[in-house]
């Protein structure tokens, strides 16, 4: 089993799906993936154990907690760089599990959108908002661009069933919709009615 030291970084050129590899100095932590520079950021100061930058396939020891940077050189730091930049997640590794906790890295889809709209403008929001009540498709379309600069990474479908649980449940109920978009739902409305009424 190839064990991973920040003493000398590995370089991993044939990644096995279904090879275990571990860490030296660790025993039951906690693994994140970073998607986006920033989420690393955010990932660095956070108390996950080992980070991995998928876009660049870069494996960290975080040893160093909450506090910033990833801890002392040669006990921290990088482990190891993935060529390819395969997908990794815990399984992968001997005793660490999924790290949990973080909005930005958090399991729940329901929290990321949480924390994506609490980042964004009113206006930026509204616009959103009233992109996807106008046409589904665009609106998660642009929902998806947004959240990936601002460090999310969105699955389509999840995130479609994830906002119609949150709308029904009243979560954007406070949301005011612009002019423009609240224009174009009223026409959409009374076309619809007349349909109905020409049947």
Do not use: C, R
Request: proline fraction near 2%.
């Amino acid at each position: 089993m190839p064990k991973f030291n920040a003493k000398k970084v590995s370089k991993v050129k044939d990644f096995d799906p279904d090879a275990s590899y571990s860490v030296k100095n660790i025993n039951g932590g906690t693994f994140a993936i970073a998607h986006s520079k920033k989420e690393l950021k955010q990932l660095m100061k956070s108390d996950a154990d080992v980070v991995y930058d998928e876009s660049k396939g870069k494996l960290y020891f975080n040893a160093n907690g909450e506090k910033k940077g990833w801890g002392k050189k040669k006990k921290s730091g990088l482990l190891a760089n993935f060529k390819g930049k395969p997908e990794l997640n815990a399984e992968n590794f001997e005793g660490l599990s999924a790290h949990k906790g973080d909005a930005i890295t958090g399991d729940d889809i329901k929290d990321q959108i949480t924390a994506l709209q609490d980042e964004l403008s009113d206006t930026k929001v509204s616009k959103l908002y009233g992109k996807t009540l106008i046409d589904g498709k665009k609106g998660l379309k642009s929902i998806i661009k947004v959240g990936k600069k601002e460090g999310y990474k969105f699955d389509k479908k999840e995130l479609g069933i994830a906002l119609e649980e949150m709308d029904d449940a009243g979560a954007f109920s406070d949301i005011e919709l612009d002019d423009a978009a609240l224009a174009t739902l009223l026409g959409m409305g009374g076309s619809q009615q007349q349909a109905g009424t020409s049947s």
